[in-house]
C-alpha cells in the first residue's frame, strides 16, 4: 500500500517536473525537488512520539514529496497517532493544483491507516509568514515535526527579507539558512527537523553567524553526507549536499553524533560512525566550524593540532585579491602590454607552483594604474597565492602558488578577487624560502584533507586559511630549501612534510 502510494505521487510529480524544466518560477525561487527516495530517507530519521495528534510542517513543499514521505513513514509506526494536521508553503501559484492533487491522495491514504490528515496549504511567502507567527508568541503556531527543503538563492544585503530576519535577531546570507534558523524556533520542546541543504555553511563567514546560532538553540543528532554533487537532485546542483537531523534539546559538548555517509541517493551503501558533539565542533573555536571528520581523517585532524602556529603568530595576512577585473574601465585592461602596464595575476597564471606571466588567453593580463585602482595594488615582492575556486573536476580544493616579482616584473602587481594572497602589512613576504615553505604546505594532502573536513564547496574564503594551523617560521623556511623552481610531485610534497613536520 505505501509503495502504491508514494508510485502515484511521484508519478504526479515526475509529470509536473518535466512541464517546468525552464520555467521563469524555478529560476526565480531556486528551488530542486526532492527525489522521494532522499525525502523517504529523510523522514526515516524522525523518532515517533506519543500523541494522538502531530503538527507537521513543510515549508517549500513543492508537489508534497516530502509530506508524502513523512505521512508514509508515520503509517509505519507501531504507535501512529489519530491526526496529523500538516502545514504546508508553497509560494510558486502554478505549483498549487499539483500540490493539492497530491494531498488528496495522501488523505485516503491517511484515512486507510485510520489517521485523520488536515491539510492547510498557505501560498504565501514563508519568511514573512513566519516572521509573524514567531513574534507572535503563540504555542499554537509550533510545530512537532518539520521536514525542509528549502530554496537555495542568496539575500541581498539590503533586500527586505534580510532586514526583517535582522530585527528578529536571525543574520543568514541566503534563503537556506533563513529557512532552518527560522524553523526551528518553531519547533516544540523535544521537536524534531530534518532538512536538506547545501553543505557551504558548515564554514566561512558570511555563516558565522547562523552556525553560532543553530549550535546554541539546537541540538544536532545526526548528519547525512553524500560522498558525490551529483544523483541527489535532478536538477543541476553543483553544491555538496548533507542531510541534518535537529531536535529542541540543549547540546552537550560530549552529545553523540550519528554521521553517516553514502554515494547515491538510493542510500544503499550506507556507512556509519560515531562523535561527539566536541569532535564536529571544535570547544573554544572561534569560527564555529562544523567538521565532518570521517575515521581515516582521525591522524589528520591531530597532525594539524599538533602544528602550534597561527598566522598572527607568523606575522603574516591573507586578503582577498582587491582587484575585480569587471569592475576596471575597459581602457586600463588590455592583452598587449606597453610601458606603463602592469601585471594582473589569475588563477590561470599558475604553473607548476609558481607565478607564471604574462600568459596570453582570454583574461587580460595587463592593468594601469588608475586613482580608481591605486590602493589595490600591491608593491613588487614575493607572495603566496592561493585560488579562491577551483573547479569540481580539479583533484585538489587548496592550490597554492609563489608571485615573485624577479621573475615577472618589478613594478606594483594587481592581485584579481578570485585570488587570496599571503602578505605582511599588504606588503611582500620577507624572503623566498619562507614563501617556498609556505607554498609547499599549503599544496600538502595534509591541508588539502584537513580542509575537506568542514568545506563541501569548490571555494577557498580567507577565514578557512586563517583557521587553520601553521608549522613555525623556522619550520616554513626549512620546508623551502627543499626545491627550487618547481613544485615538487604530490608524493614529494607529502613526503616532506611528513619528515620535517611530523617525524620523531
Known amino acids: 500500500m505505501i509503495t502504491s502510494f508514494l508510485d502515484n505521487i511521484n508519478n504526479n510529480s515526475t509529470a509536473v517536473s518535466l512541464n517546468r524544466l525552464n520555467t521563469e518560477n524555478k529560476e526565480k525561487n531556486e528551488q530542486y525537488f526532492t527525489p522521494l527516495s532522499v525525502a523517504s530517507f529523510m523522514s526515516s530519521m524522525f523518532k515517533p512520539q506519543d500523541k494522538s495528534a502531530i503538527r507537521f510542517l513543510d515549508a517549500g513543499a513543492g508537489l508534497g514529496n516530502l509530506t508524502a514521505s513523512f505521512i508514509s513513514t508515520v503509517c509505519k509506526w507501531e504507535n501512529k497517532p489519530q491526526k496529523i494536521r500538516a502545514v504546508l508553503y508553497e509560494i510558486d501559484s502554478t505549483l498549487i493544483p499539483g500540490l493539492n492533487k497530491n494531498m488528496e491522495l495522501a488523505k485516503e491514504f491517511c484515512e486507510n491507516n485510520n489517521i485523520e490528515l488536515e491539510v492547510t496549504i498557505i501560498n504565501q511567502d514563508y519568511i514573512d509568514s513566519c516572521i509573524n507567527d514567531i513574534n507572535s508568541e503563540d504555542s499554537k503556531n509550533l510545530f512537532d515535526y518539520i521536514l525542509l527543503n528549502p530554496p537555495y538563492k542568496k539575500m541581498g544585503t539590503n533586500q527586505r527579507h534580510k532586514q526583517s530576519l535582522m530585527k528578529i535577531g536571525i543574520d543568514v546570507p541566503n534563503f537556506y539558512a533563513a529557512f532552518v534558523a527560522l524553523s526551528y524556533r518553531l519547533l516544540n520542546k523535544k521537536a524534531q527537523l530534518v532538512c536538506i541543504i547545501p553543505r557551504s555553511f558548515c564554514n566561512g563567514q558570511y555563516f558565522k553567524a547562523f552556525r553560532k546560532d543553530l549550535t546554541t538553540k539546537v541540538k544536532m543528532e545526526k548528519l547525512h553526507v553524500f560522498d558525490s554533487r551529483k544523483n541527489i537532485f535532478k536538477d543541476d546542483v553543483l553544491q555538496e549536499t548533507l542531510i541534518m537531523y535537529l531536535s529542541r534539546n540543549k547540546q552537550n559538548a560530549n552529545d553523540r553524533i550519528e554521521v553517516t555517509q553514502s554515494v547515491k541517493d538510493e542510500f544503499s551503501e550506507i556507512i556509519t560512525i560515531q562523535k561527539s558533539f566536541e569532535e564536529v565542533v571544535f570547544p573554544n573555536d572561534p569560527e564555529n566550524l562544523i567538521r565532518i571528520i570521517k575515521d581515516e581523517d582521525t591522524t589528520i585532524v591531530e597532525r594539524m593540532h599538533n602544528l602550534n602556529c597561527v598566522l598572527k603568530d607568523l606575522n603574516i595576512s591573507v586578503s582577498t585579491g582587491p582587484i575585480v577585473d569587471f569592475r576596471e574601465h575597459p581602457s586600463l585592461l588590455s592583452h598587449e602590454g606597453n610601458i606603463w602596464s602592469l601585471p594582473i595575476i589569475y588563477p590561470e597564471n599558475f604553473v607548476a607552483g609558481f607565478v607564471k606571466w604574462p600568459i596570453f588567453g582570454k583574461k ?141
Open 364 to 504: 587580460p593580463g595587463f592593468i594601469l594604474e588608475s586613482e580608481s585602482n591605486i590602493n589595490k595594488l600591491r608593491e613588487p615582492g614575493i607572495y603566496v597565492l592561493v585560488k579562491r575556486m577551483s573547479s569540481k573536476e580539479e583533484r585538489k580544493r587548496v592550490v597554492a602558488a609563489i608571485y615573485n616579482s624577479e621573475k615577472t616584473s618589478q613594478r606594483k602587481v594587481a592581485f584579481n578577487n578570485n585570488l587570496n594572497y599571503f602578505h605582511v602589512n599588504f606588503s611582500s613576504l620577507d624572503n623566498l624560502n619562507l614563501a617556498r615553505g609556505l607554498s609547499l604546505y599549503l599544496n600538502s594532502s595534509l591541508v588539502d584533507n584537513y580542509f575537506r573536513t568542514f568545506s563541501g564547496s569548490t571555494q577557498v574564503n580567507v577565514g578557512d586559511l586563517k583557521s587553520l594551523k601553521y608549522p613555525s617560521l623556522k619550520q616554513l623556511e626549512f620546508l623551502g630549501t627543499q626545491y627550487d623552481e618547481k613544485l615538487p610531485s604530490q608524493e614529494r610534497i607529502d613526503h616532506i612534510i611528513d619528515n620535517i613536520l611530523f617525524f620523531s
